[in-house]
């Protein structure tokens, strides 16, 4: 039969405006929580991380919300660019000393002039 | 500062050959982590080790996937024989132990098997 490839999530937002990409985690035990970009043919990027004993962390222009109750992660981009579209992975871990780090299945943010 | 480097960036190759992939880790990096990304399944782990010791290879496909590290710098994944399924691409990533979990990823070696 046809294989079906993932659908990813997709969010179009025009340059200058925000963005918002939400992810939903599935370990309630995981205590470390990191964002991931990929442009086009390359390597996901690191971009910022969070532990699970914060709720907000800000970066340059970006901001990490955590959610446990919900187990909900969010990355806010402010004043978006063209140079931002691209795939956003959100990962977790457990432990402290995780060994490895569980990525969603990414979301499609896409920049309209 | 070199980050994660991998080799070849891109390879086509016939049903059956082998295919090496090779990495190398930012310096003073003591974890590697080799993972396969498809459209199908996404970003999955195969391997990874610390301080060149295989730690959990249970993302390993099966018996025709292998990894080694033969120094503290270098890995390299092996596919024998390759099959069309295997088309993917295969990332490599490392980090300092130590000082937390954030990985770095190489810029990926595009596989196709035809």
């Known amino acids: 039969g046809e294989n079906v490839g993932l659908h990813l999530p997709t969010l179009s937002v025009q340059e200058g405006d925000n963005s918002i990409i939400n992810c939903a985690y599935s370990?309630?035990?995981?205590?470390?929580f990191i964002w991931y970009k990929q442009e086009s043919g390359k390597g996901p990027q690191f971009i910022i991380d969070?532990?699970?004993?914060?709720d907000k962390r800000q970066g340059q222009r970006v901001t990490v919300l955590l959610n446990k109750t919900v187990k909900h992660l969010s990355l806010q981009i402010a004043a978006t660019q063209p140079g931002d579209s691209a795939v956003y992975f959100c990962?977790?871990?457990?432990?402290?000393?995780?060994?490895?780090?569980?990525f969603g299945s990414g979301t499609q943010l896409t920049v309209l002039p | 500062d070199a980050g994660v480097i991998q080799s070849p960036r891109h390879e086509v190759t016939e049903m059956g050959q082998e295919v090496t992939l090779r990495c190398k880790l930012i310096?003073?990096?003591?974890?590697l982590f080799w993972y396969r990304q498809t459209m199908m399944r996404g970003l999955e782990l195969l391997i990874y080790?610390?301080?060149?010791?295989?730690?959990?290879d249970s993302g390993m496909p099966e018996d025709r996937f292998s990894a080694k590290m033969p120094n503290a710098s270098f890995s390299t994944l092996k596919i024998q024989p390759s099959e069309p399924r295997d088309s993917a691409v295969y990332f490599c990533?490392?980090?300092?132990?130590?000082?937390?979990?954030?990985?770095?990823f190489g810029e990926g070696s595009w596989l196709t098997v035809v």
């Open positions: 990533a490392s980090r300092l132990r130590d000082t937390g979990n954030t990985i770095y």
């Open positions: 370990n309630s035990a995981s205590d470390y």
């Open positions: 969070i532990r699970s004993n914060m």
């Open positions: 990962a977790e871990t457990l432990g402290g000393s995780a060994r490895q780090l569980t």
């Open positions: 310096s003073g990096h003591n974890s």
């Open positions: 080790f610390n301080n060149n010791v295989p730690i959990d």
